[in-house]
């Protein structure tokens, strides 16, 4: 994907970031002319877009008038890329608009950890003896310094191309996370959480999903998806449009964080179909849709949750209300920008690597499509905010989030000093870690297929084959050369230990 986001910048966007080329046409490509009368030499030196010779006079060749850099370039400079640290561009989020994040501490969260195959029940029975529990904790009364420097260092996974592919696991990702929850020398959990761009279900479905394939217990509360975040929205937001993803989980979703009132193009659709006049709508979405009189409903927001599965109907509907007065649809506001209602994306990523050979257009490539389509539409930039990797929100979140998993499994509520961003895409997982002071691990296993680094977004802490080696070196590093993953039950630190016993 990094790749093909890189050819795609070279071929079509050279020379646009930033500020340059503004007005469209200097400097890029070497192109000057603005005003077009000019034809474009091209590498062979015929024009560009020229019509091809077949050697008889049949034809008349009308020379261009205008030269062949498409209108989009004009608005480019507003449109992102995919990011680089050669950038040095903090975030897309080029409009100084703040995004709120939850906070993450919840009343009881002990009953929140997922059980693969249910949590053991022995009815009539009193708990089984967590004598493992035991022989750890006197493992760990020997090792305080150890202990000390487990408890400082955590782990953020990206999923995707790093423990799974889609739903087959990566063998070394089922090993990764029985090290980290107790299979280790010390018999001690090393906090770890998971961070990723993905969208479009509930945050417990997600979790049941992944906890099934890694064979290891993961709890809602480690776990943060593209919207995750924007459930701090519901705060503000009580009326919103919530766009993407399958059938209506994402409105499910968008209920599940508190909006109260959450409308999906669907709805509007059912209300008035002239308004997608494309849409072929079956009986069944007509039936399941919940059509109202939206002339007189005020949306207050749009929030894109995942990928739109049909880009006509919403780009339209998207367009139309940000041309409204207030997000009334019907309406078209005098002014674009006093008017105009706030829209959000869960993440920004262009491509994503799917079954197909060629990586697939994402959220960015929607987002970038419509602002283009808008400033070509009221002559202004579009004002929108963008959460996910490697947006500074969705990092300040994780920390809140590591924060509070430290409290449910050490009793400790801090962040711990030493983080391991572990993700196989440089343009999100490995530039979002740099920028946030994250030790940052690139692995061989998902996006990634360069040479010794990546060139844009270079790991700072390595690349790696796999998972399981990038956090054997990580703990290595923090807890001693000699480290053992794997923990030893015949260990009896009362009799085999060194005279610091637990229970002198
Ligand atoms: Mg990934």
Redesign the pocket.
């Given at each position: 994907m990094a790749r093909f986001e890189e050819e795609l910048a070279a071929s079509n966007l050279q020379g646009v970031n930033g500020v340059n080329g503004v007005n469209g046409v200097n400097g890029v490509n070497g192109v000057n002319g603005v005003n077009g009368h000019q034809r474009i030499p091209s590498r062979n030196g015929s024009a560009t877009l020229a019509i091809p010779d077949d050697g008889n006079d049949t034809v008349i060749e009308v020379p261009a008038t205008r030269n062949s850099v498409a209108d989009a370039q004009a608005y480019m400079h507003n449109l992102s890329l995919s990011p680089s640290m050669r950038d040095r561009r903090g975030s897309r989020n080029s409009f100084g608009t703040s995004l709120p994040i939850p906070r993450t501490k919840r009343q009881s969260r002990l009953s929140s950890v997922h059980y693969p195959e249910g949590a053991p029940v022995r009815p009539g029975m009193p708990p089984i003896q967590p004598t493992r529990e035991l022989l750890a904790a006197q493992v760990q009364d020997l090792s305080h310094e150890k202990v000390r420097a487990a408890k400082d260092m955590a782990f953020v996974f990206?999923?995707?191309?790093?423990l799974v592919h889609g739903d087959r696991l990566i063998p070394e990702g089922k090993r990764v996370l029985e090290i980290l929850n107790g299979d280790n020398q010390l018999g001690i959990k090393i906090p770890h959480i998971f961070l990723t761009n993905g969208s479009g279900k509930p945050e417990a479905a997600r979790v049941e999903q992944l906890s099934k394939i890694l064979h290891s217990p993961i709890s809602v509360d480690q776990f943060i998806q593209s919207h995750t975040p924007m459930r701090a929205l519901a705060e503000y937001y009580k009326t919103v449009l919530v766009v993407g993803g399958e059938g209506y989980r994402c409105r499910d979703v968008a209920e599940e964080y508190g909006f109260q009132d959450v409308i999906v193009p669907n709805d509007i659709v059912a209300w008035d179909p002239t308004i997608a006049p494309y849409r072929v709508f079956t009986e069944e979405e007509r039936r399941t849709s919940r059509p109202r009189d939206f002339t007189k409903t005020n949306i207050e927001a749009i929030l894109v949750f995942s990928d739109s599965r049909d880009y006509a109907t919403d780009l339209q509907i998207i367009m139309d209300l940000l041309r409204s007065e207030n997000g009334r649809l019907k309406t078209v506001a005098k002014d674009p920008v006093s008017q105009r209602i706030p829209i959000y994306f869960s993440q920004g990523d262009l491509l994503c690597p799917t079954e197909h050979p060629i990586p697939r257009m994402s959220q960015g490539a929607f987002r970038i499509g419509l602002e283009a389509m808008y400033k070509a539409m009221t002559g202004v930039d579009l004002e929108r905010v963008v959460y996910g990797k490697p947006e500074l929100a969705t990092y300040k979140y994780a920390d809140e989030v590591l924060a509070s998993w430290m409290e449910e499994i050490h009793n400790d509520e801090r962040l711990p000093k030493n983080i391991y961003m572990i993700?196989?895409?440089p343009a999100s997982?490995i530039i979002g870690g740099n920028m946030y002071g994250w030790n940052t691990c690139l692995v061989r296993t998902?996006?990634f297929q360069g040479g010794e680094n990546d060139e844009e977004n270079p790991a700072n802490f390595g690349v790696f084959t796999n998972v399981l080696e990038a956090v054997q070196t990580a703990m290595r590093k923090e807890l001693g050369k000699d480290f053992q993953f794997e923990f030893d039950e015949r260990i009896n630190p009362v009799l085999h230990g060194n005279g610091a016993s637990a229970i002198e």
């Amino acid at each position: 994907m990094a790749r093909f986001e890189e050819e795609l910048a070279a071929s079509n966007l050279q020379g646009v970031n930033g500020v340059n080329g503004v007005n469209g046409v200097n400097g890029v490509n070497g192109v000057n002319g603005v005003n077009g009368h000019q034809r474009i030499p091209s590498r062979n030196g015929s024009a560009t877009l020229a019509i091809p010779d077949d050697g008889n006079d049949t034809v008349i060749e009308v020379p261009a008038t205008r030269n062949s850099v498409a209108d989009a370039q004009a608005y480019m400079h507003n449109l992102s890329l995919s990011p680089s640290m050669r950038d040095r561009r903090g975030s897309r989020n080029s409009f100084g608009t703040s995004l709120p994040i939850p906070r993450t501490k919840r009343q009881s969260r002990l009953s929140s950890v997922h059980y693969p195959e249910g949590a053991p029940v022995r009815p009539g029975m009193p708990p089984i003896q967590p004598t493992r529990e035991l022989l750890a904790a006197q493992v760990q009364d020997l090792s305080h310094e150890k202990v000390r420097a487990a408890k400082d260092m955590a782990f953020v996974f990206d999923i995707d191309g790093v423990l799974v592919h889609g739903d087959r696991l990566i063998p070394e990702g089922k090993r990764v996370l029985e090290i980290l929850n107790g299979d280790n020398q010390l018999g001690i959990k090393i906090p770890h959480i998971f961070l990723t761009n993905g969208s479009g279900k509930p945050e417990a479905a997600r979790v049941e999903q992944l906890s099934k394939i890694l064979h290891s217990p993961i709890s809602v509360d480690q776990f943060i998806q593209s919207h995750t975040p924007m459930r701090a929205l519901a705060e503000y937001y009580k009326t919103v449009l919530v766009v993407g993803g399958e059938g209506y989980r994402c409105r499910d979703v968008a209920e599940e964080y508190g909006f109260q009132d959450v409308i999906v193009p669907n709805d509007i659709v059912a209300w008035d179909p002239t308004i997608a006049p494309y849409r072929v709508f079956t009986e069944e979405e007509r039936r399941t849709s919940r059509p109202r009189d939206f002339t007189k409903t005020n949306i207050e927001a749009i929030l894109v949750f995942s990928d739109s599965r049909d880009y006509a109907t919403d780009l339209q509907i998207i367009m139309d209300l940000l041309r409204s007065e207030n997000g009334r649809l019907k309406t078209v506001a005098k002014d674009p920008v006093s008017q105009r209602i706030p829209i959000y994306f869960s993440q920004g990523d262009l491509l994503c690597p799917t079954e197909h050979p060629i990586p697939r257009m994402s959220q960015g490539a929607f987002r970038i499509g419509l602002e283009a389509m808008y400033k070509a539409m009221t002559g202004v930039d579009l004002e929108r905010v963008v959460y996910g990797k490697p947006e500074l929100a969705t990092y300040k979140y994780a920390d809140e989030v590591l924060a509070s998993w430290m409290e449910e499994i050490h009793n400790d509520e801090r962040l711990p000093k030493n983080i391991y961003m572990i993700g196989d895409n440089p343009a999100s997982d490995i530039i979002g870690g740099n920028m946030y002071g994250w030790n940052t691990c690139l692995v061989r296993t998902g996006v990634f297929q360069g040479g010794e680094n990546d060139e844009e977004n270079p790991a700072n802490f390595g690349v790696f084959t796999n998972v399981l080696e990038a956090v054997q070196t990580a703990m290595r590093k923090e807890l001693g050369k000699d480290f053992q993953f794997e923990f030893d039950e015949r260990i009896n630190p009362v009799l085999h230990g060194n005279g610091a016993s637990a229970i002198e």
